[in-house]
């Protein structure tokens, strides 16, 4: 079977009724904690900006590829500091498209030696869906399955959010697609076909260690997502060298291995890659996924912040 057959055995069973997880799981995910909880927007004390690449399953035609953008940053508003957040996502997997925009806002209180943010995100998206299909075996079309283009309206939905975070740990968690607002396609066999993003709960925690040569700390890293019908989790360890390079292994159970580097820059910018190896079936057709990061962090303040803290948002 060819990989875009294979695909669109895939994606014919996802069109009727898409209960599996919509949302990136990213490689990255320690770095990508603005996308997943808006109870992270203003975390720390500058404005940070991440631009965020996966393809997905390298070797399959049709594979999922997908493009984020975020920035955050902190303000005081009568004494009381917030964060906001904006993120945008372009998400292609066969023949749907996602874009999306979302606004996060946080409130923020220093807590138990660090600082918590509670969030609020507001998503706007945009679905769209291309009729193109190419049977197995040079089966006809599936009645039932959507034949035409389409380009559903923009419809809303909402995130919630806690985030924690002090000198060495961070935990959060957070809830996607609150409203889980449906999408309804026409079928040719005179019913319709539907689609939606499923609410999703994601947790994450991390810890930093120093190690005896002062130059050296280690981070486990653990990321969990589910949405309640399927779980998928990724345990990872990065090792930092002073205060500037890192790398690690990352692992998801019966999906990937994966091995990431990166390095940052005294100017603010941040480089990582990520590279996924395959370890269930799949590995017969594809040759792993990759993920890039681009960041940039920047202090518009002068004003010293008496509770200022290192976050742990900085690897």
């Given at each position: 079977?060819?990989?875009?057959?294979?695909?669109?055995?895939?994606?014919?069973?996802?069109?009727?009724?898409?209960?599996?997880?919509?949302?990136?799981?990213?490689?990255?995910?320690?770095?990508?904690?603005?996308?997943?909880?808006?109870?992270?927007?203003?975390?720390?004390?500058?404005?940070?900006?991440?631009?965020?690449?996966?393809?997905?399953?390298?070797?399959?035609?049709?594979?999922?590829?997908?493009?984020?953008?975020?920035?955050?940053?902190?303000?005081?508003?009568?004494?009381?500091?917030?964060?906001?957040?904006?993120?945008?996502?372009?998400?292609?997997?066969?023949?749907?498209?996602?874009?999306?925009?979302?606004?996060?806002?946080?409130?923020?209180?220093?807590?138990?030696?660090?600082?918590?943010?509670?969030?609020?995100?507001?998503?706007?998206?945009?679905?769209?869906?291309?009729?193109?299909?190419?049977?197995?075996?040079?089966?006809?079309?599936?009645?039932?399955?959507?034949?035409?283009?389409?380009?559903?309206?923009?419809?809303?939905?909402?995130?919630?959010?806690?985030?924690?975070?002090?000198?060495?740990?961070?935990?959060?968690?957070?809830?996607?697609?609150?409203?889980?607002?449906?999408?309804?396609?026409d079928a040719s066999a005179g019913g319709s076909a539907k689609s939606y993003n499923a609410r999703q709960l994601f947790v994450g925690a991390g810890y930093e260690y120093q190690l005896p040569n002062p130059l050296f700390t280690l981070k486990p890293n653990l990321f969990i997502a589910t949405d309640f019908s399927s779980t998928t989790f990724a345990l990872s360890g990065i090792v930092r060298y002073n205060e500037k390079f890192y790398g690690g292994v990352s692992y998801k159970p019966i999906d990937a291995v994966t091995f990431l580097a990166g390095m940052s820059l005294p100017s603010g910018i941040e480089v990582a890659l990520s590279y996924d190896i395959t370890t269930s079936s799949i590995i017969k057709y594809s040759t792993g996924s990759l993920e890039i990061m681009l960041g940039y962090s920047f202090n518009l303040s002068r004003e010293k912040d008496s509770n200022k803290y290192r976050s742990v948002r900085f690897l």
């Open positions: 079977m060819s990989y875009q057959r294979l695909l669109t055995v895939l994606f014919c069973s996802m069109a009727l009724v898409a209960h599996s997880q919509t949302e990136n799981f990213s490689s990255l995910n320690m770095f990508n904690y603005m996308y997943y909880n808006p109870g992270y927007a203003g975390d720390g004390n500058e404005i940070e900006a991440r631009m965020f690449h996966r393809s997905q399953w390298l070797g399959f035609e049709g594979a999922p590829q997908t493009q984020t953008f975020s920035v955050d940053a902190p303000f005081k508003l009568f004494g009381i500091k917030n964060g906001v957040g904006l993120t945008l996502l372009n998400d292609k997997i066969g023949n749907f498209r996602n874009q999306g925009l979302s606004f996060s806002y946080a409130y923020r209180r220093v807590m138990l030696q660090g600082e918590v943010g509670l969030g609020l995100g507001l998503n706007v998206i945009n679905q769209s869906f291309s009729g193109e299909w190419i049977f197995p075996d040079g089966g006809s079309s599936d009645p039932w399955v959507p034949q035409n283009a389409e380009d559903k309206p923009m419809f809303f939905d909402m995130n919630l959010g806690f985030y924690y975070s002090s000198d060495n740990v961070y935990l959060s968690c957070s809830m996607r697609n609150l409203l889980q607002s449906e999408i309804k396609y």
